[in-house]
């Protein structure tokens, strides 16, 4: 994914991991992707794949919009003029404050797809997500969805779970359901205030409210911030929407988390890279070029190189990124590899794995607890809708099924 805007956001999220990347480029006021850069990125990334594939851009930040629509126009114009008969996609991740009927006529004219950040209700919403000026944004982004509906924009909401929303799922589900929100994704919010994690990385890293956010190495002591969610907090959260939608809104409503399980269930591609056995094929384009390993290990250690100097695909397949994806699943531990859930969650994240087994090894996932509640509570409902896909049914026959089911129960 490209962050032509760096770390850049009009929005000071107190559970943002990303503005502290502001300190790897201290000498730079704002962050902005030039046009030499951009050129080489598109031209480069485009030549990455095979002819005749589909080359998908992928955009965030920080906040992309930052840029300008000039900026994307340019892009899209790259991509053309780059494209060579490959079918090109784009995605774009936004907080919404500076969309309006330009934005999204483009969007819809280039069939963006658009991943808009909302987490719930004002109260919920309105607790982390402030203007950096220290303002509310629901409002903000409630009417780029609106902007977004009118101009037949695809879109998904983004929202993240965290401390306070994960003990009101069936409100937050409820909120997007109203708001005629179709497409969902889940995302927990796992941060650690350092201790000698940050020396590590060889930067004093600061994000907001004056916090110091570190990588989760493992074996390094630390403590969550007040706001990251608890592990069956979040368990239960999924598990309470996947019961509402399960009976009513399957085939209408499409929940990411839900998609990825009966996806893995199936044996079948797309499901995120942290519920993959492997990573390593996610890397971020900062706005001057650096390429990083992940989205979440934007430090100095994963930084693989700068598009001046080598080509993306000679990077991400390089000695030191192949180690880094296969370590996802070499450094699992025990209780892991013996878990009956393995294949639905496969260790989560790794810079969610900080905590120990119940035999004492290192490099269990913090989130263990709620990732087991959840693949074990829908583990019979995937048989189900595994069943009615491949006998050429629709998968929203379950619904009639687990009613039946909850009535005979009575």
């Keep these: 994914m490209a962050k032509p805007s760096g770390s850049d956001c009009n929005l000071d999220c107190a559970y943002c991991f990303y503005l502290e990347k502001a300190s790897l480029y201290p000498g730079e006021r704002k962050r902005r992707m030039q046009d030499d850069v951009l050129a080489a990125y598109v031209r480069d990334y485009i030549a990455s794949h095979l002819p005749g594939s589909e080359v998908a851009f992928t955009w965030q930040g920080g906040e992309p919009t930052l840029l300008g629509l000039d900026f994307y126009r340019r892009a899209v114009e790259l991509q053309q003029r780059f494209g060579a008969g490959r079918t090109i996609t784009n995605s774009f991740q936004t907080n919404g404050l500076l969309l309006d009927d330009a934005w999204c006529a ?34 903000l982004v409630l009417r780029a969805l609106g902007k977004l509906q009118a101009h037949g924009v695809r879109f998904n909401v983004l929202a993240c779970v965290n401390r306070r929303s994960a003990r009101e799922p069936l409100l937050v589900y409820e909120f997007m359901r109203t708001h005629g929100v179709r497409h969902i994704q889940f995302i927990p919010v796992v941060e650690r205030l350092p201790a000698a994690a940050d020396s590590a990385i060889g930067l004093t890293l600061h994000a907001p409210g004056g916090k110091v956010l570190a990588p989760a190495l493992p074996g390094a002591a630390a403590s969550l911030t ?82 001046s100097a080598a080509s993306l695909a000679d990077m991400v397949e390089s000695a030191a990124q192949h180690a880094f994806g296969q370590d996802k699943l070499r450094s699992l531990p025990a209780q892991c590899r013996t878990c009956k859930m393995l294949k639905g969650c496969w260790g989560g994240c790794p810079k969610h794995r900080f905590t120990a087994t119940r035999d004492g090894e290192a490099g269990l996932n913090y989130l263990c607890e709620g990732y087991y509640g959840f693949f074990s509570h829908v583990a019979p409902y995937l048989r189900a809708l595994s069943d009615l896909i491949r006998g050429g049914r629709p998968a929203s026959d379950i619904m009639r099924a687990v009613v039946l089911r909850a009535g005979g129960a009575r």
């Design 106 to 139: 483009f969007f819809a004219r280039h069939d963006f797809l658009i991943g808009l950040s909302l987490d719930g209700p004002a109260d919920i919403h309105d607790a982390y997500r402030v203007t950096a000026g220290g303002q509310p944004s629901h409002a």
């Design 226 to 307: 007040e706001w990251s969610v608890l592990p069956a907090d979040y368990g239960n959260f999924l598990n309470a929407i996947f019961d509402a939608w399960v009976r009513r809104d399957v085939g209408t409503v499409h929940v990411m988390n839900f998609e990825w399980a009966l996806a893995n269930y199936m044996g079948e591609p797309g499901a995120a890279c942290h519920h993959q056995p492997t990573c390593g094929r996610a890397v971020v384009v900062e706005h001057n070029g650096d390429v990083y390993a992940c989205d979440h290990y934007v430090y100095p250690a994963h930084r693989l190189g700068n598009l």
